[in-house]
């Protein structure tokens, strides 16, 4: 899920509480992101029907259609939806409502900022999860060895980019963890060791070849910094990108 926000809809007729709760939820946790505030209903009901968000915050009492009527229709509508109620209503019955319709979690007003954070992290716990199901479903399209394919071609074709486990992963929609799974089990090797083997190859590869000074040579590799470009190199041959140039085809 790398740079991959988590998309939150929030729900409340009182203009000023929308916002604050929609500040609270991105200052409290910066893996979620609001991307749609109402003020009613209605225009939810509108939106979810061009695109839907990862979860939907939303309060109890609102004019026309109050929060447990929209939770309802909107797990009719979109059964994968997951739902917070937010209300300044502490009573039982509102609660117990909530979780006949399957709400997730439920947080009074004013929001305390300490529930309010562990309450996102379980939803990124529960998010992650999901993912995780998610991918296990769609890689059945594909095989292992498929997959190892793609991940190499992606790392050929940009590996002199400053790219990692993450980047790859993202690209490809999976989380790092799950695909490292994948390519290890293939290859006995991780994505990451895979990139920076092809990188030194690379590397060899022009030090022996070309001329181009050593500097250049790490950029050209995904090293924009030159020590660390070096030091990589070492750890990778015995010796630096000068002794290994200086040689010859032999190396180190």
């Not at 997959?147 to 929609?173: C, P």
């Not at 750890?235 to 180190?252: D, Q, V």
Request: glycine share 4%; net charge negative; proline share 3%.
């Amino acid at each position: 899920m790398a740079n991959q926000k988590i998309s939150v809809y929030v729900v409340d007729d009182e203009k000023m509480i929308a916002g604050n709760i929609a500040k609270n939820i991105e200052r409290a946790n910066d893996s979620f992101i609001v991307t749609g505030i109402f003020y009613n209903a209605r225009d939810v009901l509108a939106s979810l029907k061009q695109s839907q968000p990862d979860y939907l915050f939303t309060d109890i009492s609102m004019p026309v259609m109050d929060g447990l009527e929209l939770i309802a229709k909107v797990h009719q509508l979109y059964p994968d939806l997951k739902c917070i109620i937010i209300s300044g209503y502490s009573d039982f019955e509102f609660t117990k409502r909530a979780i006949q319709n399957d709400v997730m979690d439920y947080l009074l007003k004013p929001i305390n900022k300490e529930e309010l954070s562990s309450l996102l992290e379980r939803l990124l716990d529960e998010y992650r999860q999901r993912m995780h199901l998610s991918e296990m479903d769609m890689t059945s399209d594909y095989s292992a060895a498929e997959i190892v394919t793609a991940v190499k071609n992606h790392i050929h074709d940009h590996f002199h980019e400053a790219i990692d486990l993450g980047d790859i992963a993202a690209t490809l929609g999976f989380s790092s963890s799950y695909l490292t799974k994948i390519f290890q089990a293939e290859t006995q090797t991780t994505p990451s060791k895979y990139l920076r083997e092809y990188r030194m190859n690379m590397a060899r590869d022009m030090l022996q070849k070309t001329n181009l000074p050593v500097s250049l040579i790490g950029e050209k590799c995904g090293y924009p910094d030159s020590f660390h470009f070096s030091k990589v190199f070492h750890r990778s041959t015995g010796c630096s990108p000068t002794e290994f140039r200086s040689k010859g085809i032999s190396g180190c």
